[in-house]
Nanobody, 132 residues
Framework: QVQLVESGGGSVQAGGSLRLSCAASGYTYSSYCMGWFRQAPGKEREGVAA???????SYADSVKGRFTISQDNAKNTLYLQMNSLKPEDTAMYYC??????????????????????????WGQGTQVTVSS
């Protein structure tokens, strides 16, 4: 079965950086939309960044200019480079994939109301903690 395995989380001080990875295995598709979501205690799961197979990227306003989503198709791996981290970035970060046509665009991915229903595959999550 297709699986998404995340890594790279940890604890850093404000202003620091982390690089999250999401490795896909089992089976992958040429057409897709993948994204990073995060959920803090007491809050809803929110979209952070997304990328589709056309190469288009999209970011939440709160992370624009600080986070960068990218992919290495040869390794079937998705990345999220997080710079200038803030305490409010503290959350469990999840990798998600949409491989069921019609495929969402990266822009649409950050506007979904029900991400758990709209993305068919999810990683286990990796914790990111930012202290001041």
């Amino acid at each position: 079965q297709v699986q998404l395995v995340e890594s790279g989380g940890g604890s850093v001080q404000a202003g620091g950086s982390l690089r999250l990875s999401c490795a896909a295995s089992g089976y992958t598709y040429s057409s897709y939309c993948m994204g990073w979501f995060r959920q803090a205690p007491g809050k809803e799961r929110e979209g952070v960044a997304a990328i589709d197979s056309d190469g288009t990227t999209s970011y939440a306003d709160s992370v624009k200019g600080r986070f960068t989503i990218s992919q290495d198709n040869a390794k079937n791996t998705l990345y999220l480079q997080m710079n200038s981290l803030k305490p409010e970035d503290t959350a469990m970060y999840y990798c998600a994939a949409d491989w069921a046509p019609p495929i969402m665009t990266a822009i649409q991915a950050l506007g979904v109301i029900t991400p758990l229903a709209d993305f068919g595959y999810w990683g286990q999550g990796t914790q990111v903690t930012v202290s001041s």
